[in-house]
C-alpha cells in the first residue's frame, strides 16, 4: 500500500514485520511531519490477509485523527466552544506544531544521517555503498529502516514549508517559553517542553547541508564502483545506454542526457521546452544524482537552470513521481511529466515552490502572474 501520505512496507524475509509512514497532512499542525510505526503479528492460518486490512484501516483512521483542530479529539471536548477553551486550543495547536517538527521531522532525520546534538557528524556505521554478497547479507541482517531515504527526498521537498512555519510560529512565542498544559494532560499523558524555534531552524538547515553533501558523495563513490565494475555501477551504465538508444530511435529531440565525468551515478539532462507548451523555447539543464544503493536509494533531481514552477523548489529540487522506481526510462518520463504538466489537480503534498503554487491555485488573475514569471524564466533559460 502506497500513495503520496500513507505508506506500508512489508520486509520480505518476514511478512509479518510492517512498518507504516504517515505524512501529516498540509494546514494541520502535523503538516508534513513523518509518522512511522511498527506492525508485527503473529498470524494464525488464513489471517495474514485479514491483518493487512486491519492495519490499512488503522493508518486511515490515525490519519483521521490528524486534524487542523486536535483539541477537540480528546474525549469530552468534543464541543469545546468557550472563549478560554478557543484560548487553549491555541496553545495545544501551537505545541504540537513545534513537536512536529522537532520529533516527526528533525530527530529521525538527525538520526538517519548521524547528525549529533552537538552538530557533528558521525561516519557511516555499515558498509553498504559496496554491493558484494557480504555486504547485501548484512544488509539483509541490519535494522529494518525503509522509510530513511523516503524522509530525505521529502524533507528536501518540504524545506520551504518547514522553514516558513518555523518563521511564522516563531514570532507567536518567545524563544524558552514553556509549553502551556492542557487540563486533560496529566502523568504519561502530558506534553512538556519549551518552544525553541531558533534551534529548530538550525537545525533543519544542518540537515538540509548533510543531505545535500550526502547526494554529491554519491558521485564519488559511484566512481568507486565503476572502477570495480559492481553490479550497480554496470546495471546504471546499461540502463543509461539503453534510455539514450530508446530517446534516439523515438526521435526525442526534446531531451538530451550525457554521463558527468562519464560516472552513471551523475546523469546530465538537457531540457528543451516542447513547442505549444509553456516552456516552449526554454533550456533547462537537469542533474540527476543516484545512489550506489539505487534503486533502494531514489535519484535527487535538481533543475540548475532558474525555473519558476511549482514543482521546482526555490533551491532547484524538483519534486517527481516515477511510476515506476527501479527503472531510470521512467523517472526520465517523470522528470518531463513534472515539468510539462498543464494541469494538476491541487495536492500540496507534491508542490514544492510555495510561491508559485499560491499563483497557479488562486484567482485567474495570480494564475496570470504564474504564467508570466514563468515564461520569463523560460527567456532566461538561453541567455
Excluded at 501520505?5 to 512498518?19: F, G, M, Q, Y
Excluded at 533543519?204 to 543531505?211: M, N, Y
Amino acid at each position: 500500500m502506497s500513495d503520496h501520505a500513507i505508506l506500508r512496507i512489508t520486509r520480505e524475509s518476514d511478512i509479518r514485520n510492517v512498518k507504516a509512514l504517515i505524512v501529516g497532512p498540509p494546514g494541520t499542525p502535523y503538516e508534513f511531519g513523518f509518522f512511522e510505526s511498527s506492525s508485527t503479528w503473529r498470524g494464525e492460518r488464513g489471517e495474514e490477509w485479514s491483518s493487512a486490512q486491519g492495519l490499512e484501516s488503522i493508518l486511515i483512521s490515525i490519519q483521521s485523527l490528524m486534524s487542523s483542530n486536535p483539541y477537540e479529539n480528546e474525549p469530552g471536548y468534543e464541543d469545546a466552544k468557550s472563549p478560554e477553551d478557543k484560548i487553549m486550543m491555541a496553545h495545544y495547536i501551537a505545541k504540537i506544531q513545534h513537536e512536529t517538527l522537532r520529533i516527526a521531522v528533525i530527530q529521525p532525520l538527525e538520526d538517519s544521517l548521524g547528525i549529533q546534538l552537538d552538530g557533528t557528524l558521525l561516519p557511516p556505521t555499515n558498509a553498504s555503498d559496496t554491493d558484494d554478497e557480504e555486504t547485501c547479507f548484512e544488509d539483509e541482517k541490519a535494522a529494518f529502516e525503509p522509510f530513511s531515504d523516503l524522509r530525505k527526498r521529502r524533507f528536501l521537498w518540504y524545506y520551504e514549508s518547514y522553514m516558513q512555519t518555523i518563521e511564522t510560529a516563531a514570532q507567536k512565542v518567545k524563544p524558552q517559553e514553556k509549553f502551556q498544559q492542557m487540563s486533560f494532560e496529566g502523568g504519561d499523558n502530558a506534553m512538556a517542553g519549551v518552544f525553541d524555534y531558533p534551534e529548530l531552524k538550525r537545525r533543519i538547515r544542518f540537515i538540509k547541508e548533510a543531505i545535500l553533501n550526502e547526494t554529491k558523495n554519491w558521485a564519488v563513490k559511484g566512481l568507486e564502483a565503476k572502477k570495480r565494475e559492481s553490479r550497480i555501477a554496470v546495471n546504471l551504465q546499461r540502463q543509461y545506454e539503453q534510455v539514450v538508444e530508446d530517446l534516439q530511435r523515438q526521435k526525442a529531440f526534446a531531451i538530451d542526457l550525457t554521463l558527468l565525468d562519464d560516472n552513471p551515478f551523475v546523469w546530465k539532462m538537457t531540457y528543451f521546452g516542447r513547442p505549444m507548451t509553456h516552456l516552449d523555447g526554454g533550456i533547462f539543464k537537469i542533474k540527476i544524482h543516484l545512489s550506489p544503493r539505487f534503486p533502494d536509494e531514489q535519484p535527487r533531481v535538481f533543475v540548475e537552470t532558474p525555473l519558476f514552477h511549482h514543482r521546482v523548489s526555490k533551491d532547484g529540487v524538483l519534486c517527481y513521481l516515477p511510476r515506476r522506481t527501479e527503472e531510470m526510462k521512467h523517472h526520465i518520463e517523470a522528470i518531463v511529466e513534472a515539468l510539462e504538466e498543464e494541469s494538476p489537480p491541487y495536492d500540496p503534498r507534491t508542490t514544492v515552490n510555495l510561491e508559485a503554487s499560491k499563483l497557479f491555485w488562486g484567482s485567474a488573475e495570480e494564475k496570470k502572474k504564474y504564467y508570466r514569471a514563468l515564461r520569463k524564466s523560460v527567456e532566461r533559460s538561453t541567455e
